[in-house]
């Protein structure tokens, strides 16, 4: 039923895009021209405040994955392999914690980067890198233990995303208003079916909205226990939902188009969806939530015990 109005929606955004994606992104940006011709938009401060926090997205999840893996896997390995680890494993985070330094510095900027910007770019990164790291490696064992699979999935898919929404960003080259007013001139509008073509813009599909869309796995990290069900479904339609609001957020920048975010979530949810259905196949039930016994030995005989005694019970029952 999900996915069916899901396509429903994505249809209906789609169809009205490819009509008149210009006129609701001018609309809702505030697109002007002056007596003297020249284009304007005007943002408004919620929605730019949108687009800074939706640059955090994967950086965060992405570096957190990462490093809970690294930390798992780091047990299983040799000492001289488990040094290889930790240093390929930081600089991955310390990848992730540059490009949202970058982002934030380039936004407050307008992205006009020099030698002071980049110097804070550096200490952001080394700073978020060094609590990070620090942070997670603080947490107990046997909590790492129970998330590597939700984190495994979870970089998997964030690497994933990023690599196709990035290659279809470059390849379609589709140009955004912003860039169109700074042009000063609408006649670069193209609709989403007539691609660019590696034009140097970025426009189509919208990646906040895709990255915005992967907080849909964090039902993940908390397991599949029967009394976490409410819980993770709540979380998962919450996040559902703030894909669709940092989507509508990024038409009022002027920054994409509703086909832009409609394809952005698309493409987010495909990834969440396909990690659900592969992480299923790799976890058995009990998997993702291992025992709260120290040991999974001591959890099982608890299992079958309990089972026994259900069975026992039930004809008394009847």
């Keep these: 039923m999900l996915h069916f109005v899901i396509a429903v929606i994505f249809i209906a955004g789609m169809f009205l895009g490819s009509m008149y994606d210009l006129q609701i992104t001018s609309r809702l940006s505030k697109l002007t021209q002056n007596a003297d011709g020249v284009y304007s938009i005007s943002p408004g401060k919620l929605a730019l405040a949108f687009a800074l926090i939706g640059r955090w997205t994967t950086p965060f999840l992405g570096a957190v994955s990462f490093l809970i893996t690294e930390l798992n896997l780091r047990r299983k390995v040799k000492e001289k392999t488990r040094m290889i680890l930790f240093v390929v494993f930081t600089v991955i985070a310390a990848a992730f914690m540059f490009y949202g330094s970058n982002k934030t510095i380039e936004f407050f900027a307008d992205g006009k980067l020099y030698i002071g910007h980049w110097l804070i770019i550096l200490v952001m990164t080394l700073t978020l890198t060094f609590l990070l790291r620090f942070i997670v490696e ?181």
């Design 138 to 318: 603080n947490i107990p064992k046997k909590t790492i233990h129970k998330l590597f699979g939700a984190a495994l999935f979870t970089a998997i898919a964030v690497s994933v995303l990023l690599i196709s929404a990035t290659t279809l960003k470059v390849i379609w080259g589709r140009i955004r208003l912003s860039e169109l007013v700074e042009a000063n001139s609408l006649d670069g509008f193209t609709a989403w079916y007539k691609p660019n073509f590696f034009s140097g813009s970025h426009s189509f599909p919208s990646g906040h909205t895709a990255n915005a869309a992967l907080l849909m796995l964090i039902p993940l990290w908390i397991g599949n226990a029967p009394e976490t069900k409410r819980r993770r479904s709540a979380i998962y339609f919450a996040a559902m939902a703030w894909a669709a609001i940092m989507g509508i957020s990024r038409l009022f920048c002027g920054a994409h188009y509703l086909t832009d975010v409609c394809c952005g979530f698309l493409l987010g949810f495909a990834v969440v969806e396909l990690t659900y259905k592969y992480y299923g196949k790799t976890f058995s039930d009990e998997e993702p939530v291992p025992s709260s016994d120290p040991s999974p030995e001591t959890a099982e005989p608890a299992d079958v015990t309990e089972e026994k005694s259900e069975e026992i019970k039930a004809p008394v029952s009847d």
